[in-house]
């Protein structure tokens, strides 16, 4: 078992800096418009040939309310009319790609997100997977992970029986904060016992796991009062949690700036309310899986980690990072190989696109040599938390210290303020580093020189 983490509020100070969270190397902000639909198509083509299993993301934007804090694309409106003309396009689109694979590569992984998935009327959502289920090998033995992220509000135990039905086994719930004051601050009024609600429908109709998010740093919260947020999620034992820093960029994301800067708390109670929600999951035997996620000692995430099967990719943490992802919807992305592409951002240019039967392919990235070796050094150090040169040196022919020589004085320097262990063939990520590794991995990030730091959330 890996050791607990340390909290070292000096170390934090020192390294705490934006940066990437490294859901893909290189980032997404690294796409450009020299990818098409035509790399794609290249690529679903290597796919096919090689018959790999496949992993789906399916984006929903549609959402009923705004939540003031939200940085996710999506569409704020009342008329549920919007989600037919949306879902005959996408209908579509999983047409357009699924002629391109092999029907025996099986489908691994199913994640619908948002947005709101269940914006969908019950009907809408039979339609679509149904659409899903003629064009791709879905598996029916539930022995999938196929997850769908749900608003306690905008569900029930015939929403919760309906997914049943349709073979979700995995939820996720956004809760963010249970305190009213807080809810009213980013307009998103759930009660406790709606949410617990949802969470009995899923334990009594065997979803196979449980997640819910949280985020620190709203405003109104306090230590004490997000304290009491923690202690209500506990009791509800969720299999995973993920505890999220709110990074306030009113400038990119135009809900934000209905939040008052002066209702936000203080970076040192931000700080304070990490390190007593990291104590009390602690000690309620929730493992820090790393980058704000827990989960129990018994859930796949932590015995993934365990057996250095644990992968990162736009999914978060995924026991699936061997299967090639298609994201399907607006601004989705995929990873097939070595290729990153991500459809349209806006839906009326998404719509469009597919109504002219062309793919939305609209900008992404293909991955050359340097941009693998890094990818495979940042995820394992984010994954496992430790990497041996060897790996690294034998799968791509090179000399560990000489490659990465420019950041070798970085290296020592975190060496000697212990967040890792530099040897000669390894480093460890030390407990006081856990929270830490963005820091670690920026060193390998090849891009971040001249980049805007103000792109990213902050590492704490």
């Known amino acids: ?16 800096t934006p940066g990437p969270r490294y859901t893909s190397y290189p980032t997404a902000v690294q796409f450009n418009h020299k990818v098409g639909p035509c790399d794609l198509l290249q690529a679903l083509d290597g796919s096919r040939k090689a018959r790999r299993p496949l992993s789906l993301y399916v984006h929903v934007p549609f959402c009923a309310n705004v939540c003031y804090y939200c940085a996710c694309n999506k ?14 396009r ?9 002629c391109h694979l092999d029907p025996r590569q099986k489908i691994e992984q199913l994640h619908f997100g948002g947005g709101t998935p269940t914006f969908l009327s019950h009907d809408e959502l039979r339609r679509l997977m149904g659409h899903l289920r003629k064009h791709f090998n879905l598996l029916d033995d539930d022995s999938g992970d196929y997850g769908i992220e749900i608003d306690p509000r905008e569900a029930d135990w015939s929403t919760m029986g309906l997914l049943r039905e349709l073979g979700f086994n995995r939820v996720s719930l956004g809760v963010q904060d249970f305190d009213p004051a807080v809810q009213r601050a980013v307009n998103r009024l759930q009660s406790l016992e709606e949410t617990r609600a949802i969470i009995e429908a899923a334990r009594t109709l065997q979803y196979r796991s449980l997640n819910l998010d949280l985020i620190y740093g709203l405003p109104k919260q306090t230590p004490s009062s997000f304290a009491r947020t923690v202690d209500q999620v506990i009791a509800l034992q969720p299999d995973r949690l993920s505890v999220f820093n709110y990074a306030h960029l009113p400038e990119r994301f135009m809900p934000q700036r209905r939040i008052r800067s002066e209702d936000l708390p203080s970076p040192a109670q931000k700080l304070d309310m990490l390190q007593r929600s990291i104590e009390q999951l602690s000690a309620a035997g929730y493992r820090y899986i790393g980058m704000d996620h827990f ?6 995430l932590a015995i993934a980690q365990e057996d250095s099967r644990l992968q990162r990719n736009f999914q978060g943490y995924t026991t699936h990072g061997h299967c090639d992802l298609i994201g399907l919807g607006v601004s989705a992305i995929s990873q097939i190989g070595d290729l990153y592409c991500q459809n349209a951002v806006q839906i009326a240019e998404y719509q469009a696109t597919l109504g002219q039967n062309l793919l939305a392919t609209q900008r992404g990235l293909v991955c050359d040599r340097d941009d693998r070796i890094r990818r495979a050094v940042i995820q394992q150090l984010i994954c496992q938390f430790e990497l041996d040169f060897a790996s ?37 990520v030390l407990p006081a580093g856990r929270l830490l590794v963005r820091s670690l991995c920026m060193l390998f990030d090849h891009y971040l020189v001249g980049q805007n730091p103000q792109r990213f959330s902050r590492v704490i």
Not at 399 to 423: C, K, N, T, V
């Open 90 to 98: 996408l209908e579509r689109e999983i047409e357009l790609i699924a």
């Open 295 to 300: 989960a129990l000692p018994d859930d796949e």
């Open 1 to 16: 078992m890996l050791d607990n983490i340390r909290w070292d509020a000096d170390l934090i100070r020192c390294y705490d």
């Open 392 to 428: 690294i040196e034998s799968r791509f022919t090179i000399e560990f210290r000489g490659y990465f020589a420019s950041i070798w004085p970085h290296l020592q320097r975190m060496h000697q303020d212990r967040l890792i262990a530099l040897g000669d063939s390894r480093i460890d």
């Open 75 to 88: 569409v704020v409106t009342k008329d549920r009319g919007r989600a037919l003309p949306y879902l005959e």
